[in-house]
Structure formats: structure tokens, C-alpha cells
């Protein structure tokens, strides 16, 4: 039964048990800042089972993706080394919310694991495990399943404290929890397949024979922070089973590598390493990493060297170096996203609906990865060559991180090929000193790290540019004062005020405070507002009453751009499709600067779409509204959170009518229609997998609209046409360009033929052998070839040379007719010559070129060619 099978019947079955099947959500927990990835199937029930969420059904079965590479749940440095570790998994889940609990939990995991209707997997093989005082969930297997009392084991507090148990589980510190019980299934019940390991709670239980296939979770508790448990009103079921694992077993394996899957993906790695599949470890390594890898990028992840992007990248960089082990010196690991595709694209059709930006972001990463991979390595050896004993130095592993990007647990890999170890305590050492350079080296904006202990400021800016306030704090040189005075410079903090500080992009406003010009607002902590600036006139003083003002025409300015920020990130969404996702902004009142996922360069006819509905949405004039609301409510109504922003339990909504909905705390027109017109001014790529599109609003946009115009007009008038004729004239430049360069090169063959024969006369003998070095003026490099064809054609038998240069430039060309290739390379007498002029070169031993830097030694590098060709021959 191949994996797919098994997760297509896992699913019928509880499906047929009123189970309500729901989808994989992402990889990235969209509501869950305390997790890096999702790497549970309960992840997306989270709220459900502690009270905050309710569904409209009670009972629900899901194939979740999953992935352990970062954070508490790890198990990079195992993949590849061990039968069931990885990056990637899928857990197969059954869920109870308040429905059903022990009894039925256990019976529809023994039904579905043994009926001959299902996976029919041999009764006399399995055993059962449950926490020591759940005699409920003991008599259940016992006396109603059939389980024998010898194969049912009780698993009592093994990891040091009270209800810390590998069969009592719990969520956190404190919150639902309770115990559990696990289904084991003996891989060599005879001891025929050498498969060493014991039975649960034996002290060889970590090997490979029992292997856990099922968990049932009982969450009946709820435990305070004194460690107190408290019975749940409405107790729930949580399942897990890795589908890898059962997936073995139904192929009869113990290793999860061996299955269909795998197989497939491994079949690919060794056919581009040119090896027989299972050849070695790094061929697993490879085979896992393309899942996570592939699937994390299809959820939005790009590596970079931070975040969920850091730990992709680690993935990423740990399977090329494993693919440079098995002797592939070229980019391949892109190439595995199509086998992947082709196995598991029926259960994930992102997978195949995204494959080439899959590919191209794979691709651009060990473009980049070729050259750190390269140099790090030469550093590693060199390190390791030198070591007085096993141990890699601190100094060499911080260097390899910080300079090369080698993250600190590839180094640890090879270490452990190798049989060395880390000198961690110096890594650390190192890590030290290059945060206290850092922070010495830092310059914030004023007002970043002002001691400040008081009240929020208020925020009244939604409402209004204008309003009055109290001076509750001043500072001048990063220190508190009691005034100001006319020519200080300083931060104002007011506990009350209509100044935006700089937040999610958004710039901080300018204005006046009285007589303080405030040139930006930044938050010094929290919510509370630092006005930086210069008192131009009188004083200011603690305790003092005053006008605050915003500059109405640049926040105006900017609410348009910011605005039009939100109509952007949803019609690029809806054009380039749903992997965009917002990677910075920066929003001020000249134009806004938006970077977003995507793989390559936006068209021009995208770029025109999306100009167009962002229009239409401005023509549309909506209402622009802002609703504060719960965080989870929000995220019903299907506002957009950014991923990496952190928010707090209630958020601000805001709206633009069906075209937009996102979380966001900036400022706003009332209606779209505020916005007057967009423009996109400029597309690039700032990062591996990242773009940016700048665009402008308003009267920015009708000024750019009318510089435009007069550009065009004054090309127009250059050209002695009207706007509209000016594609036909550049056509017609063009081609007149085009028919004199075709007459300017027939008249340089005619110099050329014509050098040919001053040069052809020019030949010496070198032992019966035509050679010919000279230099040449006024010709470049195809001009030198079209030279040294009609050189050979003139001599018929001959070595050539020619050198030209230009500048502070060199360029050469070595040329050996058919008939004397066997004794005279081409290749070698170019890079003979090119290394007496700062160069080298290469080609085919008929003909080859070079270049060098180095001008005024090309005459005595053409003197030494009759030589170096008499020593040949």
C-alpha cells in the first residue's frame, strides 16, 4: 500500500465516522507567534481545544504538513543518519472536540489499524502503552479491545517531575493537557531481521524494533501554573500517526526511507549523482531536505538569514553540500522539485501549480551557496589540516558563520563526519564580542534608547492634524531636561498627540509644536511618542501647554500613498498569485516602496494589470473604515496578517470596501478615491526570491505623468516628429544605424584582408613551421578572428599569434592549422603569452583567446613566441 493509499483511507475512514475532513493549513502558523513552524497536526486546532475558537463541527480528521528544523522541535543534524527522522513530515490526526473521548478514540484506532477493511496490520504484533494511573484508558484495551494484560504497559513520571511522562502530554506549562496512549508495532518479532531495540519503557527503547505507529491524546485537564489539574467541562481527543511511519510499515520496512515516496526522490538524487540509489546517507539527506524545502517555499518561506527564512536557507545549504559529496559540482537540486511534483502532487496541487517558482528560488540559492560553499570549505580544510588535536576552534567556526554563511550546524556536520567536535565556548566567545562591536558601532535615531518612565501617549491623529497637549517629558543629547530653549535640538514626548510615529512602514509626521519643528516621530517604547526636532523660537518647558500641529500637506501625501499600499499588495496577489506575501515597506510622501515573495522580474503586461485595477479600485471611491476588534475575530472576517509583525490582542481592521482587508495601525484617506491616481515608477530585485515595486499617488503621479510628456514632446521635437510618429523614427534611426554599421564592417574586412597579407609576409620557420607573432592596431576581438582566418587560409600550414591592445586592455588570439594540432596546442601558447601580460585564456588546440591588463608588456610577449614554439617542436 503506497503512501498515498494510506492517507487516502486514513481520511475515508473517519470521514465515515462523522468526521469532517479539513485541509493542511500552512507550514507557517498563521496566528501562533510562539511557534516557528507548524509541527503538529493539533497546530491549527490550537484555539479550539483551549476554548478561545469554535468550529461548526465537533469531530474533524486532517493530513497535516509538518515541519521539525528550528526552534524546540529540531531534528536537523538526525535526517539522514537514523530510519525516521526528518525535516518534513506528515501526521495523519483524528480530533474530538467535546464529542467523543476514550472509548470511541480507542475502538476507531484499533478498527482502523487492524480491520482487514483498512490496514489489516497483524494483531499479535502490536502492544499498547498508557500513562500508570489512566486505569479507564488500561481496562478499555484490556477488557473491551482484547489486549492482554503482558502487552499492555503502563508508563509511569520517566522524565523527572510529576506528570512528565512519554504517555501524559501537555501543551505548555500550564493549559490543557493530560495523558495519552500509544500503539507499538514490532518489526522483528522473531529476531530473524536483526533489528535491535526493545519495548517501550526498556532501557534499549530507542531502537529500531518497536516502533510508536499511533498516539491518542486524552485532554481532560487543565493545569494550573502551580502545577495544579483541574478536570476540563469538555474534554477532547487529539491523534497523531506519521503517515512515514505507517507508510513503512504497510511496504514492510522499518525505515522510512525505503518507502514509495522516498524512493521515487531518492531514484532522482542518484541518477544526477550517477550512482546506484542508497549508495550512501547523503542521498536520504537530499531526498528529505527537497520536501521541506520545496513545501516551505510554497507557503511563502524565502531563505534569508533571518526567521523562518534562515532555517529554510540552513535546509537548503545542508542538502547542496550533500549533493557536492557525491561528487555533483553543478546546481541540481532544483531539478528535484519535478519527482517530487510527479509523487506527491495529487495530495498537494500547490506543488505543481508552483513548481517553476519552486525551481527558480532553489536555483538562486546554490547559484549563490556555489561561491560561499567553495570558499568556506578551502577555510574548513585548511583549519582542520592545522588542528593539534579534535577539536575545530571557536575562532574558525564563528568565521565560517560570519563571514562565509556557514550556519554553525553544517560545520557540525562535517565535524561529525570527520570525527571532530566545536569548540562551542569560543563560537560563543566570538558571537560576544561581535554583538558588544555592534552595539558600540550602532547609531540610532534619536529618542530610540531615552530613559523614559510615564503614561502612553495618547494618539488622536486618526481624527484630526491639530490638537492640544501637555509637555510631559524633554530631552536634548539623550538626556532628561526641564527646557528647552531657542536653538536646542531634542525630543518632546506630549501626552497627547495627532503626530504619527513611524510604524509598519509608515513614516513618523512632521509639524510644529509651537515653536519645536518636528522633523520625524518615532516611538521611544510601547506607545509612547518621541517628537524629534529643533526649537526654533522661545522655550519649552515640562508641565507647559501647547499646540501640536501635523504638516497637513506631507501626511495627506502620505495616507495616499499608504492607501494605495494596501490596493497594491491585493492586486498583486490576485496577479502574480498567493505565494506574494509583504517582505517590507516603507511608506513617506513621496511614494511608497513595497517588497514582496515572487521569483522573478514582474512584466510589463503585469505591471499594466496591476496599475489597472489598483485604478479601478481608486474610480471605485469606497469608503476607507477602521474597525478595532479581537485578534482572532479579525482573522475570521479574513483580514490579512503580515507574517513576522507582532500584534496584540485587539487590532485595527481596515477596509476598502471587497478590495482590500488588512490589519494595520497607519493613517488613511476617507474614501479610495483620496488616493487620485497610481503609478508604478520602477520593479527590481533586491533579494534571492524578493522584489520591490515603487509607485507614487496624487499629485506626485500627475507630476510624474507631465515631466513625462515633456520628455517625450522634447524627443519628439529632437527628432523633428510629433509624439505619436515616434516609434516610426527610431525605427528608421535604427535601421540606418544597422546599414552603416554593415558598411563600416565590409570596409574594416577590406583593411583586415589587406593587413592579412602585409602580416602573412611577416612568418619566419621555426624548424620547418610557419610562426607568425605580431601585433595588430585598431582591431578588436572579432575583428582577430576574422584576421586569423584569413591568415591560416594564406599560410595553409602555420602557428599564429596576434595581439591587440586597447587601453589599459590586451587581447589576444592563438590560431595552429589542422595539420600541426598534434604538436602545438593552440590553448597552451595563448595563456603561455597571456601570463606576460597580467592574463589567461583558453579554447580549442585549433584556436584560442586571452586577455591580460598588462599593455606594456605585449611586445616582448609576441618576441617569445618563436621560442617557446621552437621548444615544442
Request: proline share 3%; glycine share 12%; hydrophobic share 40%.
Amino acid at each position: 500500500m503506497n503512501s498515498n493509499e494510506v492517507r487516502a483511507r486514513f481520511l475515508e475512514f473517519f470521514r465515515g465516522k462523522g468526521h469532517t475532513l479539513v485541509p493542511s493549513s500552512p507550514l507557517v502558523p498563521g496566528n501562533d507567534p510562539t511557534l516557528l513552524f507548524t509541527n503538529a497536526g493539533m497546530v491549527q486546532f490550537k484555539d479550539v481545544f483551549t476554548g478561545q475558537d469554535k468550529r461548526p463541527y465537533t469531530r474533524a480528521a486532517s493530513s497535516q504538513k509538518c515541519v521539525r528544523a528550528g526552534g524546540k522541535h529540531n531534528d536537523l543534524e538526525n535526517v539522514g543518519y537514523t530510519a525516521r527522522h526528518h525535516t518534513f513530515f506528515e501526521m495523519l490526526g483524528n480530533f474530538s472536540f467535546g464529542d467523543y473521548f476514550k472509548k470511541d478514540a480507542i475502538a476507531f484506532a484499533w478498527e482502523f489499524i487492524t480491520s482487514k477493511d483498512w490496514l489489516g496490520i497483524d494483531r499479535g504484533r502490536l502492544l499498547v502503552t498508557v500513562y500508570h494511573t489512566d486505569d479507564e484508558a488500561y481496562e478499555l484495551w484490556h477488557k473491551t479491545i482484547g489486549i492482554p494484560a503482558e502487552r499492555i504497559i503502563r508508563i509511569g513520571d520517566n522524565k523527572g517531575a510529576k506528570y512528565a511522562s512519554d504517555n501524559f502530554w501537555s501543551m505548555g506549562d500550564t493549559g490543557p493537557c493530560g495523558p495519552c496512549t500509544e500503539i507499538f508495532y514490532d518489526h522483528d518479532p522473531d529476531g530473524s531481521r536483526g533489528i535491535a531495540g526493545g519495548p517501550p519503557g526498556s532501557p534499549d527503547e530507542d531502537g529500531d524494533r518497536w516502533i510508536e505507529i499511533w498516539n491518542v491524546v486524552f485532554m481532560q485537564f487543565d493545569r494550573a501554573a502551580d502545577g495544579t489539574l483541574t478536570p476540563l467541562p469538555a474534554p477532547s481527543v487529539d491523534t497523531g500517526m506519521g503517515l512515514e511511519r505507517i507508510s513503512a510499515l504497510m511496504q514492510g520496512t522499518h525505515d522510512n526511507y525505503q518507502t514509495d515516496t522516498f524512493r521515487h526522490l531518492i531514484d532522482a538524487v542518484a541518477g544526477i549523482a550517477g550512482q546506484k540509489p542508497y549508495a550512501n546517507a547523503s542521498q536520504k539527506v537530499i531526498a528529505d531536505h527537497i520536501r521541506a524545502t520545496s513545501f516551505l517555499i510554497a507557503d511563502g518561506v524565502l531563505p534569508s538569514n533571518e526567521g523562518r527564512g534562515y532555517v529554510l536557507r540552513r535546509i537548503m545549504r545542508r542538502a547542496i553540500r550533500h549533493g557536492y559529496k557525491l561528487g555533483i559540482n553543478e546546481p541540481f537540486f532544483f531539478k528535484l522539485v519535478a519527482p517530487l511534483a510527479e509523487i506527491m502532487g495529487d495530495a498537494y496541487p500547490q506543488l505543481r501549480e508552483q513548481q517553476t517558482r519552486i525551481e527558480k528560488a532553489i536555483r538562486a540559492e546554490e547559484d549563490s551557496f556555489a561561491i560561499t560553499l567553495d570558499k568556506g570549505m578551502k577555510l574548513l580544510d585548511e583549519a582542520i589540516g592545522k588542528l593539534g588535536d579534535a577539536v575545530i576552534p571557536g575562532e574558525v567556526v564563528f568565521k565560517l558563520y560570519d563571514t562565509y554563511g556557514f550556519p554553525v550546524d553544517l560545520t557540525a556536520d562535517i565535524a561529525r563526519e570527520r570525527k571532530l567536535t566545536l569548540d562551542m565556548d569560543g563560537y560563543e566567545r566570538e558571537m560576544d564580542a561581535q554583538r558588544s562591536r555592534a552595539r558600540a558601532a550602532s547609531s540610532f535615531k534619536a529618542g530610540g534608547a531615552l530613559a523614559y518612565e510615564g503614561a502612553d501617549t495618547c494618539f488622536i491623529g486618526y481624527d484630526g492634524l491639530r490638537g492640544q497637549a501637555k509637555v510631559v517629558a524633554l530631552y536634548r543629547d539623550g538626556q532628561p531636561v526641564d527646557r528647552l530653549d531657542a536653538g536646542d535640538s531634542g525630543t518632546v514626548v506630549l501626552d497627547t498627540t495627532p503626530f504619527y510615529a513611524e510604524s509598519g512602514g509608515q513614516v513618523g509626521d512632521r509639524g510644529h509644536i509651537g515653536g519645536f519643528e518636528v522633523a520625524d516621530t518615532q516611538k521611544i517604547k510601547g506607545a509612547v511618542f518621541g517628537h524629534h526636532g529643533t526649537l526654533k523660537a522661545g522655550s519649552l518647558a515640562v508641565g507647559d501647554t501647547v499646540t501640536a500641529e501635523v504638516t497637513e500637506s506631507t501626511r495627506r501625501a502620505t495616507m495616499r500613498n499608504h492607501s494605495a499600499t494596501h490596493l497594491l499588495h491585493r492586486a498583486l496577489r490576485d496577479v502574480l498569485g498567493a505565494h506574494v506575501a509583504q517582505k517590507g515597506s516603507l511608506v513617506d510622501e513621496q511614494r511608497t516602496r513595497f517588497d514582496f515573495s515572487h521569483n522573478q522580474a514582474v512584466s510589463a503586461d503585469e505591471i499594466a494589470e496591476i496599475e489597472r485595477r489598483v485604478n479601478a479600485a481608486i474610480l471605485a471611491n469606497v469608503p476607507v473604515t477602521a474597525e478595532v476588534m479581537a485578534y482572532d475575530r479579525a482573522i475570521e472576517s479574513g483580514a490579512m496578517a503580515l507574517f513576522g509583525e507582532k500584534y496584540g490582542d485587539e487590532v485595527r481592521v481596515l477596509t476598502m470596501g471587497p478590495y482590500s482587508t488588512e490589519l494595520c495601525g497607519g493613517t488613511h484617506v476617507a474614501r479610495t478615491g483620496d488616493i487620485g491616481l497610481f503609478k508604478i515608477v520602477a520593479e527590481s530585485g533586491v533579494a534571492a526570491g524578493v522584489r520591490r515595486i515603487e509607485a507614487i499617488t496624487g499629485e506626485n503621479a500627475l507630476h510624474y505623468l507631465r515631466e513625462t510628456e515633456h520628455r517625450l514632446k522634447r524627443a519628439a521635437d529632437l527628432l523633428r516628429a510629433n509624439p505619436d510618429e515616434l516609434g516610426a523614427k527610431i525605427e528608421q534611426l535604427q535601421d540606418r544605424a544597422r546599414q552603416l554599421e554593415k558598411e563600416l564592417a565590409g570596409l574594416k574586412s577590406k583593411l583586415a584582408a589587406s593587413a592579412g597579407g602585409d602580416l602573412a609576409s611577416q612568418a619566419r620557420e621555426v624548424k620547418g613551421v610557419k610562426v607568425l607573432a605580431a601585433r595588430v592596431e585598431g582591431v578588436d576581438g572579432g575583428e582577430l578572428r576574422g584576421l586569423m582566418d584569413q591568415l591560416k587560409s594564406r599560410l595553409g600550414s602555420a602557428v599564429i599569434l596576434l595581439g591587440a591592445a586597447s587601453g589599459d586592455k590586451v587581447s589576444l588570439i592563438a590560431g595552429v592549422t589542422a595539420d600541426l594540432t598534434g604538436r602545438v596546442k593552440a590553448g597552451e601558447l595563448v595563456n603561455f603569452v597571456a601570463a606576460q601580460v597580467g592574463g589567461k585564456g583558453g579554447g580549442r588546440p585549433d584556436m584560442a583567446q586571452a586577455g591580460g591588463t598588462q599593455p606594456q608588456h605585449l611586445p616582448g610577449a609576441i618576441d617569445s613566441v618563436n621560442a617557446w614554439v621552437e621548444a615544442k617542436l
